[in-house]
């Protein structure tokens, strides 16, 4: 009788978490228009996601740029979460600038596209 209950709360509490599995919107985006060779921040902003098993990386060709901010993690309505991450940047030509988002074990990467 105890292993059936055990089998049925794990059925009921897995099925439960699995179903507000809700994927990030990735936003990627620099404070000031992009231009190369001047300085800048670069942003990501990540929203509407849940469970908040999330990380954040800025990357420079794919290399984590080092001094970034991170925001405390928020809720909104529903329980679903947002969290901001940002970095100063300065744009060089030939250069790849990223957002690697990873939520819960999916991995994802999003380009920055200077205004050029």
Not at 16 to 24: F, R, Y
Not at 35 to 56: A, Q, R, T
Not at 75 to 94: A, D, I, M, R, Y
Request: glycine share 4%.
């Amino acid at each position: 009788m105890k292993l059936l209950l055990a089998v049925v709360l794990f059925v009921v509490l897995g099925s439960s978490s699995l179903a507000k599995l809700s994927e990030p919107k990735v936003q990627v985006y620099s404070y000031s228009p992009g231009e190369f060779d001047e300085e800048n921040v670069l942003i990501c902003h990540v929203s509407g996601f849940h469970p908040p098993d999330i990380s954040i990386e800025l990357l420079k060709n794919e290399e984590e740029i080092p001094g970034a901010m991170q925001t405390d993690l928020a809720f909104e309505q529903g329980w679903k979460f947002h969290l901001t991450k940002s970095v100063s940047f300065t744009p060089q030509k030939n250069e790849k600038y990223s957002c690697r988002v990873r939520h819960v074990n999916n991995i994802r990467n999003f380009i920055w596209e200077a205004d050029m």
